[in-house]
């Protein structure tokens, strides 16, 4: 696993001004994750990472809806084995590559945030 801090990153545009700020930093994170929904399992790769959410590559182009629960668990070696739950919150489909799945945390499980919290760190380069 490669870290890079990258700079593109969930915008939201403020209603008052109509500028857009970034909500939380993002991280490259190339990495299998195994993810749980409506009693079916796949594995999907995270291609970025925050502490509001992840962006995931759906490589088997599975269907997903935006609002969908879903659960994803971690296995990072010498870092964190965790499994968080989140929502989708939008669905990217770019031409001639795989959709994507941006999704929110949800989950407000101590344990869930601490394995999340330990790859941000790991990530961040301050470990």
Known sequence: M????????LLVRDEESGSERRH???????VQVTLLHTERSGTLTVLNISAGGVLLRNDHDDAFAVGEPIRVQFDIPDVATFSIEAKIIRILTPAGKP??????WTS???????????????L???R
């Open 24 to 30: 939380h930093e993002r991280f490259d994170l190339l």
């Open 99 to 104: 959709t994507a799945l941006a999704a929110m």
């Open 124 to 126: 961040s380069g301050r």
């Open 2 to 9: 490669l870290p890079r801090k990258i700079d593109h990153a």
């Open 108 to 122: 407000s499980d101590a344990t869930a945030s601490a394995g999340l919290g330990e790859v941000l760190w790991s």
